[in-house]
């Protein structure tokens, strides 16, 4: 069977990090140019480096976003940057523009090119095109049903095939949106969305200024474009049977305890159906429910069978629904004392439930008994964000495993 490749987004150095220990085979990253992802903290050439290498030293590949559609006031600089990349020992680059692909070919020849969702990847002519003149992967459009997939896949042989998996879903046609920066001056397609297709809206006429009149979608508001987040956690054999090689996160705005609990159970779940499909069928409720633990706005499977109708939109609401709250990163753990430093991230108290989210084991719920600070002192609390206090877990830990609490109103 073909093997799948988890691809992960890595935002900043410790989301990659975070990535690479809980189980991704891959990550992709952005520089400080070229990219779309302007507000995720992209990485300098140092930081890449150190990125890449960490990476490399778990057996886990690093693609390089330069997808943005270049104007020619970007091109002087593109030839250094894709050579700098390539000195750092990138895998591949992720490109849109058609201008961008034919410098890269000419300049760093022997780097894979992986081809965008930005380009509008709909059917297998522009597929081959792509493949002919020589890029690796192609990124799937996410206005493709998995039926049209499965017919590119067998058009284009061994040249990869990436689809998005889970994620935020953006409304317009592969992101081909101006509403931001119409109504906000922020640039979707410089990776600055502001979102507004989520906003909640009303009517006003030029002549009653300050009365708001309601559009009703239905009797809760009218989210008009607040699509439900993609998630095919328990659709893949369907996703692999499409041809689909590489499964892609979307999320490199996201936070760490997002991007581990996600690829942690994506990873989990993809093994299973690798190594034993019954198995996989038989734990599609625990997926869905580990991966909840995670903000998510519902769930829909996008276009992957066929348009999708009004149950892929949220009415309700624009906020995430969040199960669980981030409370604190192990930084370290003594092994006879089975004493764990944590650095906090949201206040937690002696006697609440936590869990403990680990990269590289099985996750454990248990009682904080107690609590102490730095200079040793019993305390109920940590008072201050990303204060470090140490705690006694029930099991073993290591750096980056993660501690998280059910919210209360959830119980
Ligand atoms: S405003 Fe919404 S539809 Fe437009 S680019 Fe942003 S997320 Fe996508």
């Known amino acids: 069977m073909k093997k799948i490749e988890l691809l992960a987004p890595a935002g900043d150095l410790e989301k990659l990090k975070i990535a690479v220990l809980y189980g991704a085979d891959a990550v992709y990253l952005g520089g400080t140019s070229f990219g779309l992802r302007a507000k995720a903290k992209n990485f300098d050439f140092e930081q890449m480096r150190e990125g890449i290498e960490f990476a490399h030293s778990h057996g886990v590949k690093v693609y390089v976003t330069c997808n943005v559609y270049a104007h020619n006031y970007d091109l002087p600089e593109l030839p250094q940057y894709l050579l700098k990349i390539k000195e750092l020992g990138a895998d591949a680059i992720l490109v849109a523009d058609p201008g961008v692909f034919s410098v890269a070919r000419r300049v760093v020849p022997e780097m894979d090119i992986h081809i965008s969702t930005q380009a509008n990847n709909t059917n297998y002519a522009s597929a081959l095109f792509w493949k002919e003149l020589g890029a690796t992967r192609i990124v799937m459009a996410r206005e493709l049903p998995l039926t049209e997939i499965k017919q590119i896949s067998e058009k284009i042989g061994d040249t990869e095939i990436e689809s998005f998996v889970h994620g935020a879903m953006c409304i317009s046609y592969s992101g081909r949106c101006l509403l931001s920066n119409y109504l906000t001056g922020r640039d979707a397609n410089k990776g600055e969305c502001a979102h507004p297709c989520r906003w909640k809206y009303n009517v006003t006429e030029v002549n009653r200024q300050g009365e708001y009149m309601p559009v009703v979608e239905e009797e809760n508001g009218t989210y008009i474009f607040n699509s439900k987040d993609l998630c095919m956690i328990d659709h893949i054999p369907e996703l ?18 997002y991007v581990g609990t996600v690829v942690k159970i994506y990873k989990e779940a993809i ?40 149950n892929a939109q949220v009415y309700t609401t624009s906020s995430y629904i969040r199960s669980y709250d981030f409370i604190g990163m192990v930084k370290g753990f003594d092994l006879q004392s089975r004493v764990a430093e944590i650095e906090q991230r949201n206040k937690f108290s002696v006697g609440e439930e936590v869990e403990l989210l680990r990269h590289n084991g099985k996750n454990v719920t248990f009682k904080v008994e107690e609590i102490t600070d730095i200079d040793g002192n019993s305390i109920d609390s940590a008072p201050h964000a990303q204060q470090r206090v140490f705690i006694k877990l029930p099991s073993e830990a290591e750096p980056f495993d993660m501690l998280r609490r059910r919210k209360e109103d959830e119980n």
């Open 240 to 257: 692999a049977e499409a041809g689909v090689y590489s499964f892609k996160l979307e999320g490199r705005m996201k936070t760490v305890y």
């Open 271 to 310: 093994n299973d159906y690798l190594n034993d499909p019954a198995l996989y069928e038989s734990k599609k409720d625990y997926y869905l429910s580990e991966i909840s633990k995670a903000s998510y706005r519902g769930f829909t499977t996008g276009f992957y069978y066929g348009k999708p109708d009004e």
